[in-house]
């Protein structure tokens, strides 16, 4: 079983850092890896799909993990149509290697190249699919080419070239964990402790101190401040209390007293039991009668 296990390759989870596309899978430059199977049913995975007449026309996608330039890592790729301009910071993979002919037929592959330094993410792995419409597990999709599905895997960069901890965490300076030499005071300077407290020899830990008076009684309850001794209390204050902070209000000092007509009406709304006195239909006719001459008269006057 070890030996069986030895055989097997490694994953290989180094970031993508250059493409490119050939006519012939055997003439794959040298440091890249062509993709000449599908990912699904092991089919050719030839991206031009021409006809069956004339002369056949292939293509095929080639990814490396070592050439391209360097400190640059591919950390997304897209499909666009063919007259579509690629998107911003994006490169069109337009032309075969060696050859120089057009790489595609009606769409075009674009990736983004990205400074190691300036992504936490890259491509680490390309896949074709021909049948499946739907990315794997781990993979997302790139973009359909002639009926071929890309898609590709990404994954973080190795820790030591994380931005986000170089941008986040700033560089700190070293610190000495080893004690000095040149301190103020040497070893045979005995060091006073600012508390009374001195050595119990009745314990048997003789690192353990014991006060040298007792501690003082708990307070009784009649101890206990009275209201009466509140200076808010005894000045009429209105104070407000939240949590362990207490404020005034800003009205201390400030009598509150109704005004004279407040007066008036409260007394006479207690003379008469808290009820107004009801008027009479005279009363009230004598009050709010009304004539209607203006009116009268000015429906004699049309």
Known sequence: MK????????????????????????????????????????????????????????????????????????????????????????????????????????????????????????????????????????????????????????????????????????????????????SGFTSSTPVVSPTPYTKNSSNANPQIKSPVRPAPLPPLNNDKPSPDDNPATKNHLIVISSSTLSGFTGLEGVPFSLGPRVQCGSNLSRMNGGMKPHKTAQELNAEYQYSFATEREAMLRL
């Open 3 to 182: 030996e069986l296990y030895n055989t097997l390759p490694l994953p290989d989870d180094r970031p993508v850092t250059a493409l490119c596309v050939v006519e012939d899978p055997s003439k794959c430059p040298l440091g890249y890896t062509v993709v000449a199977k599908s990912h699904d049913q092991d089919l050719d995975a030839d991206l031009w799909k021409d006809g069956f007449f004339g002369k056949r026309i292939t293509r095929y996608l080639c990814l490396s993990k070592t050439e391209g330039p360097s400190g640059f890592v591919i950390d997304s790729l897209c499909v666009i149509n063919d007259k579509d301009a690629p998107p911003n910071g994006y490169v069109l993979l337009s032309k075969t290697y060696g050859a120089e002919q057009r790489a595609w037929r009606k769409r075009q592959l674009t990736y983004r190249l990205s400074e190691k330094n300036s992504v936490f993410l890259a491509i680490t792995d390309i896949i074709i699919l021909s049948k499946s419409k739907k990315a794997p597990e781990g993979f997302t999709m790139g973009g359909e080419i002639n009926g071929l599905v890309l898609c590709y895997k990404s994954a973080p960069l190795p820790s030591n070239s994380n931005p986000m901890l170089n941008r986040v965490l700033p560089s700190l300076p070293a610190v000495n964990l080893k004690p000095t030499t040149n």
